[in-house]
């Protein structure tokens, strides 16, 4: 088969390549850089990682068990990817082993400063209702040991059916002691389909302890919307992301936006909104200071026109005037956009030039903003396939500045469905890193085992100290039929990547 020869010569021939496989990284006594965690009678899927200080690997997800529902997922591993039994599940069974639901939307992880971390998700909270979801959080120990939590929901609809509050990301402020939590906030449901993004503002103290930052908004609540749709019968603004500002102590939460525009009437946009936790300019806290979109871009030539937001990230860039360095507000987004023939990678940068965020024109191969990427493979048939792509989830490197992209990738080999985990890098700049990757392209697929078995990429993440990039995703029917939870640790040298463009 040729995509698999050709791929699999591709990641065996380079094992030193930046991206590659890190094989000392196992749990089952075989260096190979990836791991499957499964559970009997059940399926695992990994939706959010974290290396903390000691350098365990950190990752949640969903559970189900067959026959009763699903159950929050948490487990950790040593740095050499062997389970890390001190932390206490029993503690946790306040939290992981409630709800049995057939509705979590999203589970997420965010640390603190001293190995402990938050936990968030949304869950169906009524029983018997199919729409009534509501967002947990809970701030736990680095043994397990539940230290406090809260129950956020907006409750913003007039009708039960109409009041979903879903976890979309969650930011925490060490120094103000602050978590910010972005919520996908529906408004209505009939006849006009309604969806705000929303953020909660929590007050952590001392020994742990969670609650509402009262102070902020409307109750700890704030709310932003754009409702572009000219026809207004679908006002969505469906959030994905929070990121933070800690210089200006603010939080920008991007997603996208329904418009309805393109030749299939479905166009979306990337959207914006910033909000300041503290007062600024007379503005109380929870303000919506700014908001933006991809709306006013031109109209692709394509009959889709949809720029899909999953992942963003605030850095300050300091730039060398002559008379010393200034710090520049820059942000980073990544999704997909629409192609001639696929979805495709999609990375955008905007600045801020003291009155608004606008894309900054010296990024990208082109000098738009924007870069835009995929792969082209050949299927059994020597035939070129372009990839559908989508981006899950953004790093940007403190050392360079070089921006890293995972997710997946999904195409057909004739009439064969295939689907691995993608990882990108680009320099500062927006150009691929061409001191990376397979062949040195700047991307490498995560084929792992076998190019036909299917794997997808949720969240990435990179440790500090060791240079190495963490993934966290799912590989479906690896347990005996059952999905299981996979991690998989790429080597990252940044010594070299970026370091000419």
């Known amino acids: 088969m040729i995509i698999f020869l050709v791929l699999i010569l591709t990641s065996r021939s380079f094992a030193i390549n930046l991206g590659s496989l890190d094989t000392s990284f196992s749990n089952d006594g075989v260096s190979d850089g990836w791991l499957l965690d499964g559970v009997t009678g059940g399926s695992v899927s990994g939706q959010s990682v974290a290396v903390d200080r000691q350098g365990r690997i950190l990752v949640a997800g969903v559970e189900v068990i067959f026959g009763q529902g699903q159950r929050v997922m948490v487990r950790r591993y040593l740095p050499d990817g062997t389970y890390d039994n001190t932390l206490n599940s029993a503690g946790l069974g306040s939290v992981l082993n409630k709800p049995y639901s057939n509705n979590i939307v999203k589970v997420g992880l965010e640390l603190d400063e001293f190995n402990n971390f938050f936990l968030a998700y949304s869950y169906n909270s009524c029983e018997g209702v199919d729409t009534c979801i509501d967002t947990f959080v809970y701030h736990i120990s680095e043994s397990g040991a539940v230290l406090g939590g809260a129950s956020i929901s907006f409750d913003a609809g007039s009708v039960v059916s109409s009041q979903d509050d879903d976890f979309v990301d969650m930011v925490y402020f060490t120094v103000e002691k602050k978590l910010a939590v972005a919520i996908d906030v529906k408004v209505d449901n009939s006849p006009t389909y309604n969806k705000d993004f929303g953020v909660v503002l929590l007050n952590v103290f001392q020994g742990g302890g969670v609650v509402a930052d009262t102070s902020f908004g409307n109750n700890s609540k ?280």
């Not at 007062?279 to 709306?295: H, L, M, R, Y």
């Not at 050392?399 to 992209?405: A, F, K, N, Q, V």
């Not at 993934?471 to 070299?496: A, C, E, Q, V």
């Open 222 to 501: 704030s709310s932003c919307f754009f409702n572009q749709d000219s026809t207004g019968h679908n006002n969505t603004d469906e959030a994905r992301a929070i990121t933070a500002n800690f210089d200006s102590n603010t939080v920008i939460v991007g997603g996208w936006s329904f418009e309805g525009n393109g030749a299939a009437l479905t166009g979306k946009n990337m959207s914006f909104c910033e909000f300041n936790l503290f007062q600024q300019d007379g503005n109380p806290p929870g303000t919506v200071i700014e908001k933006w979109s991809t709306e006013t871009l031109p109209n692709s030539p394509f009959i889709y026109d949809e720029e899909i937001l999953y992942d963003v990230k605030y850095k300050t860039e300091y730039v060398d005037t002559g008379s010393g360095l200034v710090g520049v507000k820059t942000l980073f987004a990544t999704g997909f956009t629409n192609g001639a023939n696929s979805d495709d990678f999609a990375l955008v940068k905007y600045v801020y030039d003291g009155m608004d965020w606008v894309l900054d024109t010296s990024f990208g191969p082109f000098g738009t903003g924007w870069a835009i990427t995929g792969f082209s493979l050949l299927d059994s048939n020597s035939g070129f396939v372009d990839t559908e792509d989508v981006a899950k989830s953004l790093f940007v490197e403190s050392e360079d500045g070089s921006i890293l992209i995972g997710g997946y990738s999904e195409w057909y080999d004739l009439s064969d469905r295939r689907i691995n985990g993608a990882l990108l890098k680009f320099t500062k700049n927006g150009i691929l890193d061409k001191n990376w990757g397979d062949n040195k392209s700047g991307k490498t697929m995560v084929v792992l085992d076998d190019i036909t078995n299917i794997k997808t990429i949720s969240d990435i993440t990179v440790s500090g100290s060791a240079e190495s990039i963490f993934t966290t995703g799912t590989y479906p029917s690896s347990n005996n039929g059952n999905d299981s939870l996979l991690i998989s640790k790429h080597i990252n040298d940044s010594i070299f990547a970026g370091s000419f463009d």
